[in-house]
């Protein structure tokens, strides 16, 4: 009995010097577990009625936004491709391509007369921004990420002073 | 370090001039640095597992032998005195003994094994059955322990049933334990067939290391032109199964099914090579698989090292073991003479599969995959007699075109199981291969949904030739060894074999910026 | 019989040596039909020596300025060592190569890339850094470049990078084989046609403006190595509208001309005075300037570097003379060919211009 105490015990104490980064132990972990979700995740931008989430098919939501942005096109140096921005009143859409697609690259609100949907705007207090998203990040930069997108807000003495949706592409 | 990286290729190198330079009787000291260098540069504090199991099985195996001279030794002098009761009761008490060290033994190193592998597992099922919030351990792996643990295991149980004495040096054993061509997927070896090539000296012999690195090649041309280049079809084809059902379904069977093979095949070529180059001879673990006819037949082919560790020991010691003998005997009386003999083989068969599936990996995937194995078996077991009346009936046996079937049928059926290789849960496997009934889209193999897998058409040209070549090579081995009939040939013809698989792997191989970097399947164990 | 085996091994590995170095050569791209500014960094070699002017950079440096124009309006010699997204560091290599080759009377650095602090992208790279010669400055250019998924070895056998290529390998890789054909102009990559600017693009704030420490280690290190030989070394910003230049960098350039008594000259300020028009002058809403946009800036750019540093007047040199004048004819000769393009087509088919939309 005295042994299987012993042996359990020198396994516990050795495992316990294993611990690490999980890794992915069978095919299936790694090459059936990445789920296509059709769904919208991550932080999103409300503009009007249209939900505009990062890395979505920007044509569709251009074309149901509507109005009249004004549009700046700059084309990447020596590849092709174009990036895109829309600027619309309050907020500019930026999009980048992969191969004859747009998809949305960024959301930046710009003044007050947008806010995202959880409520924060320009002007927004740090306390409100904390209560909406969390704490974590400094008292100027605050970044939020869920599943490929990135909500990043600066604030100066307190308050916002600018709103960024950021999509992670790789 | 990946067989297929730069890293390995220079480590190989350097091993291969040092292993002829060194006085021939360092050779295997050699071996043991290499093989540990080897081993740390997967994380130097996993050295301390693969040192555990050395040293505890090192020395249970020597304690064992110990108490099997010492009962030789003393039954030897008092062979007189003794009567046979004495001499059964002491032989007991030595028994006792030892088995009392391979428990130990076995309990430390199949127990570190299954904690660090199953914990995880456990833990969410726990979670999932009762709703707790348990956190997941997350223990990283050594590289290699389910291969070198039951190498060891059955080494142990081999010198508990007197087999082989044990290994005195702990350095020679250390090495067996940890050689580095086969640590990481095997095959695995048994003691008395190895040490015979691993610890002696060798001379630089040409055969050995021309047919070596012509087996290295050979395996780096099905990893990393063949495996390697499916494995971009087969990932978008899972990581998408709502859109890719039906007749997507039989392709992942289908490329699945060549590119494990040529990944795994390819790996244990790459193993045996080196190997072989070292004047060492590992096991064949692979034999043409895909031209079994049934499934018994398939996993007498089909990594056919684990299939006889499992056979030797966990089947055969439970068959005969004492609790299965009165579990017989009982449902012998209790259910008749027909069900009576099928208990210990079916149940023995059942748990070797529930634990083959338990090997592979901390998933249900796995466990399903191991049941459905069994399943079939039982199954094609049970319909036996059917199949002789049938055959009595008409003749097909043996004809080509009823051989062929019989091919076909084994590849697609075995196929199909693997399939819980590649999908998510155990759900979406079966809802998958459902589907393949379910919904008819054979269309959509010619109106150009294959191009959209990340495959261009050079590339499944490059497949389909490569596919024919391993094919080829099966056929021509079945007669005797390729690399033997190769040597027959004019030495132009020979080179510019050789010129045109390295070319290719080179040119062709799936490598490199662009290509998806992928392990070996069986990287994690 | 082992006399004979060492020899078929030894004739293996030279068939398999000689077929890999064809091979190499035929894989790696030769930018002929797309995206030639792969071929930047290669042209100089052939044009080595004899440049009183360097200007290194990224695109704002080879988009922008005409050395023909310099040498027409002054009779200055330059070359443009630039190409795109050249970071800092790649920048660098390049100053400490090309003074291998020659030592010039300015060299001018474009500070956009300062806002690059990490290796960036995979193909960019490969751009910049296959085509240069090899030495310690490509190694090390290499080594602070390369990017995660990068590897040294593939740079020192791009076999490894390209061997991808095999099946899209076309009549323009075995043509350009072992020859180029000549396309910049001293570096200058010409585009005569015209996209005016629109509209300007928006300012997103950043959550921090501070240049990185990698950046202002490698301009310190360019500041030091010209002073050693004794260049002076001119910051500029090209008047790009894109990507754009925020206040808080320009404070950060500003202070460390300062700091260091370099001339600064930020093109944006001077639009004006250049007399650039973003109606005509540039061929991308902005981006670039187009040939005469760079001609403009040139003309006023060399004005103050031969007032500055007293540069010489070469056009008095018949052997300079005749070597600038294949390199003017060439020039107008290209100039020609891409507004004939532009009559026929609408836009610079074979120049990288993009189709008008319907």
């Known amino acids: 009995m005295k042994k299987l105490v012993t042996v359990f015990i020198s396994m516990l104490i050795l495992v316990g010097c294993g611990g690490g980064s999980s890794n992915e132990t069978t095919a299936a972990s790694s090459s059936g577990a990445a789920s296509s979700s059709a769904a919208v995740s991550g932080y999103t931008f409300k503009a009007g009625g249209t939900v505009i989430a990062m890395n979505a098919e920007a044509q569709p939501l251009i074309e149901a936004i509507g109005g009249d942005p004004k549009y700046f096109e700059s084309a990447s140096c020596a590849f092709e491709g174009l990036d895109k921005e829309y600027t619309y009143s309050g907020f500019v859409l930026k999009t980048y391509p992969v191969e004859d697609k747009d998809y949305v690259n960024s959301v930046t609100l710009y003044d007050d007369s947008v806010s995202t949907p959880e409520g924060i705007a320009i002007g927004s207090s740090l306390e409100d921004v904390e209560s909406a998203y969390g704490a974590g990040g400094t008292s100027t930069v605050k970044e939020y990420t869920m599943d490929k997108s990135k909500l990043m807000i600066l604030l100066e003495d307190g308050s916002v002073t600018s709103i960024q949706y950021i999509a992670i592409t790789e | ?126 979670n999932g059955i009762f709703h707790t919030g348990l956190t997941f351990m997350n223990f990283a792996l050594p590289l290699g322990i ?123 070529d790459i193993t045996i090579g080196i190997a072989q180059v070292f004047g060492v001879k590992l096991a064949e673990n692979f034999e043409r698989p895909f031209f079994s006819k049934n499934i018994t037949e398939y996993w007498r082919r089909w990594h056919i090292t684990m299939g006889t560790w499992f056979k030797d020991y966990i089947f055969y010691p439970i068959s005969v073991c004492p609790w299965m003998l009165r579990l017989s005997k009982k449902s012998r009386e209790v259910f008749g003479k027909a069900i009576g003999k099928r208990v210990p083989v079916y149940l023995a068969t059942a748990i070797v599969w529930f634990t083959t599936g338990l090997w592979h990996g901390a998933s249900w995937n796995f466990i399903v995959w191991g049941m459905l194995n069994f399943l079939v078996i039982v199954i094609s077991q049970e319909l036996e007699p059917l199949y002789a009346k049938f055959h009595n009936r008409f003749h097909v046996s043996g004809k080509t075109w009823y051989n062929a079937f019989q091919i076909l049928r084994t590849f697609w059926l075995m196929g199909a199981i693997r399939i819980l290789d590649v999908y998510r849960d155990v759900p979406l496997s079966f809802r998958q291969v459902g589907s393949i009934f379910t919904t008819a889209n054979w269309n959509e193999l010619f109106n150009g949904g294959v191009m959209r897998l990340g495959l261009t058409m050079p590339d499944y040209l490059v497949l389909v030739l490569g596919a024919l070549v391993m094919l080829a090579v099966s056929l021509a081995g079945r007669s005797g060894s390729v690399r033997d009939k190769l040597a027959a040939k004019p030495v132009p013809v020979r080179y510019l074999v050789y010129y045109a698989l390295i070319l290719s792997i080179l040119v062709l191989g799936a490598y490199g910026i662009g290509y998806d970097s992928s392990q070996f399947i069986y990287n994690q164990f | ?102 030592t010039p009377d300015v060299m001018v650095f474009n500070v956009l890339s300062m806002k690059f602090d990490e290796p960036q992208n995979e193909a960019y790279n490969r751009m910049t850094l296959d085509n240069m010669k090899w030495s310690m400055s490509k190694w090390n250019s290499i080594k602070a470049s390369m990017t995660e998924a990068e590897n040294a070895l593939s740079y020192l056998f791009p076999f490894l990078r390209y061997h991808s290529r095999w099946s899209d390998i076309s009549t323009e890789d075995f043509t350009y084989l072992f020859r180029q054909e000549k396309v910049f102009h001293q570096g200058y990559l010409m585009r005569v046609d015209v996209r005016p600017v629109t509209t300007y693009p928006a300012a997103t704030p950043l959550p921090d403006y501070q240049f990185g420490e990698t950046a202002y280690e490698y301009l310190d290190k360019m500041v030091a190595l010209c002073k050693e030989k004794g260049i002076p070394l001119v910051l500029i910003k090209a008047p790009s509208i894109y990507p754009y230049w925020y206040d808080e960098w320009e404070e950060q350039i500003e202070a460390y001309a300062k700091e260091h008594d370099l001339l600064y000259i930020n093109f944006l300020e001077l639009i004006d005075e250049v007399g650039i028009d973003f109606n005509t002058d540039t061929y991308d809403n902005g981006l670039h300037l187009n040939l005469s946009g760079a001609e403009k800036l040139s003309r006023y750019l060399g004005g103050i570097l031969r007032e500055t540093y007293g540069l010489t007047d070469h056009r008095s040199e018949p052997e300079t003379a005749a070597k600038w004048q294949e390199k003017v004819n060439f020039y107008y000769e290209m100039k020609a060919d891409q507004y004939r393009e532009l009559e026929e087509y609408g836009y610079l088919k074979s120049y990288g211009g993009r189709k008008p939309e319907e």
């Open chain 3, 1 to 102: 019989m082992k006399k004979k085996r060492v020899i078929a091994l030894l004739l293996l590995i030279c068939l398999l040596i000689g077929s890999l170095w064809f091979l190499q050569r035929l894989f790696m791209p030769k930018y002929v039909d797309e995206i030639f500014e792969g071929r930047l960094i290669e042209e100089y070699y052939e044009n080595a020596g004899g440049n009183d002017v360097m200007f290194i950079g990224d695109c704002e440096v080879y988009e922008n300025f005409s050395p023909i124009t310099l040498w027409e309006e002054y009779g200055i010699t330059s070359y443009i060592r630039g190409s795109s997204q050249q970071l800092i560091w790649q920048s660098y290599y390049l100053m400490e190569e090309t003074l291998q080759y020659e």
């Open chain 2, 1 to 126: 370090m990946l067989f297929t990286s730069y890293s390995f290729i220079l480590f190989l190198t350097v091993m291969f001039l040092l292993y002829y330079a060194v006085p021939k009787k360092c050779q295997w000291m050699l071996l043991l640095a290499g093989s540990y260098c080897f081993y740390a540069y997967s994380g130097i504090h996993f050295l301390a597992f693969i040192l555990l199991t050395t040293v505890s099985t090192w020395y249970s195996a020597r304690r064992i032998t110990r108490i099997q001279e010492q009962q030789a030794a003393y039954l030897k002098e008092h062979k007189a005195s003794m009567d046979k009761e004495q001499k059964k009761r002491y032989k007991a008490s030595m028994k006792k003994k030892t088995k009392r060290w391979m428990l130990t033994c076995i309990l430390l190193n199949i127990g570190l094994l299954a904690v660090l592998k199953y914990t995880d597992f456990v833990i969410s099922n726990i």
């Open chain 2, 146 to 268: 389910s291969f070198y643990t039951f190498q060891s295991m059955g080494y142990l149980l081999d010198v508990y049933r007197a087999k082989y004495p044990a290994q005195e040096n702990a350095a020679k054993f250390a090495l067996f334990v940890s050689f580095f061509p086969q640590v990481i997927q095997g095959p695995i070896s048994r003691y008395n067939d190895l040490s015979g090539t691993l610890y002696e000296p060798h001379s630089l012999e040409w055969r050995n290391i021309s047919y070596g690195i012509q087996r290295i090649c050979w395996g780096f041309f099905k990893k990393l032109v063949i495996a390697d280049r499916l494995l971009v079809a087969v990932k978008s084809l899972v990581s998408a199964p709502d859109e890719y059902m039906g007749v997507y379904v039989v392709l992942v069977i289908f490329f699945y099914a060549i590119e494990l093979y040529a990944d795994f095949t390819g790996g244990i």
